[in-house]
């Protein structure tokens, strides 16, 4: 039977400039889906997008290829990932005077 997961990483969270979000320990699942839900979205210009990081220890990080696009107005966006090392996270950065408010959820499963 596989198994499932769905961790919010990020809850009502203001991006502004650069951002991380919370890194997640993964190495259990086989792959992933984030999930970006843009409750407020101000000046945030289309084709700008979240890095997809991945780590093998949750200190020491490298992009991991996957581009999450982020709204430019309230809404949701995913990405799929899979061959991931044991941990993930998201970073990005947003231009000046850009701010969004977020919930990021990571589903997971094996």
Not at 1 to 18: F, I
Not at 67 to 86: D, E, K, N, Q, S
Request: with cysteine; glycine share 10%; net charge negative.
């Amino acid at each position: 039977m596989r198994q499932s997961a769905t961790a919010t990483v990020e809850l009502n969270t203001e991006w502004r400039g650069k951002f991380t979000a919370e890194p997640f320990e993964v190495a259990w699942a086989s792959e992933a889906i984030y999930f970006i839900r843009a409750l407020e979205s101000e000046g945030v210009p289309g084709g700008v997008n979240a890095r997809v990081q991945i780590s093998p220890d949750g200190t020491h990080w490298c992009d991991e290829g996957t581009h999450v696009p982020l709204p430019a107005a309230p809404g949701i966006t995913y990405a799929r990932i899979t061959h991931f090392g044991g941990w993930l996270r998201l970073v990005g950065e947003l231009p000046n005077g850009a701010h969004l408010k977020v919930i990021v959820h990571l589903v997971l499963k094996s």
